[in-house]
């Protein structure tokens, strides 16, 4: 018997594995553009903080973020959530600008009839 007897093993060759490879994942969808959607939250958030103090770009701008923000809703576009919070704060801005304006209205109205 031999000497170097490892456990009943005789000089055996080492065994060469091929190396395993990994599988590539599935092809990923692409990115849904979100230019709309974005364009609509901050037309949406600016609308709303200048609601209460310019008079009449908060109406434009918030007109334009429920436009954008309802286009991009409807065309089942990325950033579905940006475009709800776009559509809400051109919404809720376009209340208090319309509030200013009437309001402006009937003042300079009754200071003309002085």
């Given at each position: 018997m031999d000497s170097n007897n490892n456990f009943g093993q005789q000089n055996q060759q080492p065994v060469y594995?091929?190396?395993?490879?990994?599988q590539p994942g599935?092809?990923?969808?692409?990115?849904?553009?979100?230019?709309?959607a974005v364009a609509s939250m901050v037309l949406g958030i600016v609308a709303l903080v200048?609601?209460?103090?310019?008079?009449y770009l908060p109406i434009v701008l918030a007109l334009l973020a429920v436009v954008?923000?309802?286009?991009s809703l409807a065309k089942?576009?990325?950033?579905?959530?940006?475009?709800?919070?776009?559509?809400?704060?051109?919404i809720?801005?376009?209340?208090?600008?319309?509030i200013v304006i009437?309001?402006?209205?009937a003042l300079f109205s009754a200071l003309g009839s002085l």
């Open positions: 594995q091929q190396p395993v490879y990994q599935m092809p990923q969808e692409p990115k849904k553009p979100v230019g709309l200048l609601s209460c103090c310019v008079p954008l923000g309802a286009v089942k576009m990325g950033g579905t959530g940006m475009a709800v919070a776009g559509l809400v704060c051109g809720i801005g376009l209340v208090p600008a319309v009437v309001s402006g209205a």
